[in-house]
């Protein structure tokens, strides 16, 4: 049994009991960075061992899990916050497990842009998740394809490339097109920033630095 299970994005009361209760009964912890990890796993006083698992190693480590999780050990994987697969480690595996007969169980639990989303005060009746945009090869053919879409958009990115972000997203759907950039989502400084593309991207170019992992919301075409 493959467990997949999601971490807190900021606030650690935000896990789980039924989270903390698979943690502590598997056999193994994936973990995309352990010593992230191990500081939740000490919180919550699970001594379960625990095993690095990321993109620069989950090819390689494949057919050892699977070896592993076919003799009956039970394997819970996480990443350093929220869901794994979303936007992190862990389809190559979860597709794995389900093409060798090997039961997959993904429990319910914290990802950042459910309520980045539902705070931005855009449409959510229908939406696409983007996820990171590449940063080079495809990345003008991704924001022109956004920029036609009827609904609510969202992005993932990082402090350092997001003023780069909000320009190119003004440059392709125009200044008036609404949007919420919020950031340290669930933890002390959350923050929201909502408005048009130009007054947003404004308030962004007046900071000298912007911290925290960031979700990007932005409205469809026309509304």
Excluded: W
């Excluded at 005060?121 to 590449?134: K, N």
């Amino acid at each position: 049994m493959l467990y997949i299970v999601p971490t807190p994005i900021g606030n650690l009361s935000d896990i789980t009991l039924r989270a903390i209760e698979v943690l502590k009964e598997v056999d193994l912890i994936l973990a995309e960075d352990t010593r992230t990890s191990k500081k939740l796993l000490s919180h919550y006083k699970i001594d379960t061992p625990i095993r690095s698992y990321h993109i620069h190693n989950e090819h390689k480590i494949l057919e050892d899990i699977l070896s592993q999780l076919n003799t009956g050990v039970k394997i819970a994987l996480v990443s350093d916050a929220g869901t794994p697969g979303i936007s992190d480690p862990g389809f190559l595996l979860s597709r794995a497990c389900t093409e060798n007969s090997i039961e997959v169980c993904a429990l319910p639990g914290p990802t950042a842009f459910v309520p980045a989303l539902l705070a931005s005060g855009l449409p959510c009746d229908a939406f696409h998740f983007e996820g990171f945009l590449p940063h080079k090869k495809g990345r003008q053919t991704r924001l022109i394809y956004l920029a036609s879409l009827p609904t609510t958009f969202i992005l993932y990115e990082s402090p350092h490339r997001i003023k780069r972000c909000i320009k190119e997203l003004l440059d392709h759907c125009g200044e008036e097109r609404k949007v919420c950039v919020s950031r340290e989502i669930s933890k002390l400084h959350e923050e929201h920033i909502r408005g048009t593309l130009a007054e947003v991207y404004q308030v962004l170019e007046s900071r000298k630095t912007i911290k925290g992992e960031i979700v990007v919301c932005v409205a469809g075409q026309g509304k």
